[in-house]
């Protein structure tokens, strides 16, 4: 049974940091493309970044480029997200995701997800 479980969320003033982490269980996590994903309060779930089974590769958002960096263990099964520079727009849940073989950016395209942590930026 695939299990994906978020942390580090919080509230965190603008212009500050935060670590998500995203502890993951039953599954070959190193054959996984894994991925975190927002959602904003009465909007849609939206791509933040992604990272590859092969060399690590990565993708990011255009609004979190240059601020936030994913990255993964996969002797640990646990992928993170750096998140600097934090602005209130960055409010949200944010989830991570896993499906085997090739990541995307589309939430479709992935089978596992977590619970979401929230993380919320004041002005």
């Known amino acids: 049974q695939v299990q994906l479980v978020e942390s580090g969320g919080g509230l965190v003033q603008a212009g500050g940091s935060l670590r998500l982490s995203c502890a993951a269980s039953g599954l070959t996590f190193s054959r996984y493309g894994v991925a975190w994903f927002r959602q904003a309060s009465g909007k849609e779930r939206a791509f933040v970044a992604t990272?590859?089974?092969?060399?690590?590769?990565?993708a990011y958002a255009d609004s979190v480029k240059g601020r936030f960096t994913i990255s993964r263990d996969n002797a640990k099964n646990t992928l993170y997200l750096q998140m600097n520079s934090l602005k209130p727009e960055d409010t949200a849940i944010y989830y991570c995701?896993?499906?085997?073989?090739?990541?995307?950016?589309?939430?479709?395209?992935?089978?596992?997800w977590g619970p979401g942590t929230q993380v919320t930026v004041s002005s």
């Open positions: 995701a896993a499906r085997p073989g090739v990541a995307g950016t589309r939430p479709v395209e992935y089978d596992y």
């Open positions: 990272i590859n089974t092969s060399f690590g590769l990565t």
